[in-house]
């Protein structure tokens, strides 16, 4: 079964696949093509930007051409580490922030309690965070 590629006045509308070529309707400006798709190349996304793809046209044919892929430059590359540091960072401070908040919660429950026992002495937010490491 054979690929085809119709086009509307110039167009490109759709992909039919069918065992011979269907009949072209010029009144209603419909023509059909034969259909051609060249595999995209290999490349490591790495250390190559993605392949171009190109779909057109070529000698009445319907074609599909790929660039070669283009290697990524020193400062490129540079700029990749340096976002994937700065993504991996905030990450890390993100959740920080919610242990922090979790543990200053943690600490003015329990010096409420304190008060509510009579007992007069407090916990220190340093103290809540080496009690919590100790439970992790």
Known sequence: MARFALLIGGVFKEFRNAQVKPEDIPHKLVTWH???????????????????????????????VWAAPVAKTTQELADEITALKDRAVNN???AMSVYRAFAKGFQEHENRLRVLEGNTSTVTFKQVVTWLRGKL
Do not use: E, M, R
């Open 92 to 94: 890390i401070q993100a």
């Open 34 to 64: 034969d259909y051609v798709a060249n595999a995209q190349p290999t490349f490591d996304s790495a250390t190559h930007h993605a392949p171009i793809k190109t779909v057109g046209l070529v000698a009445n044919v319907w074609t599909v």
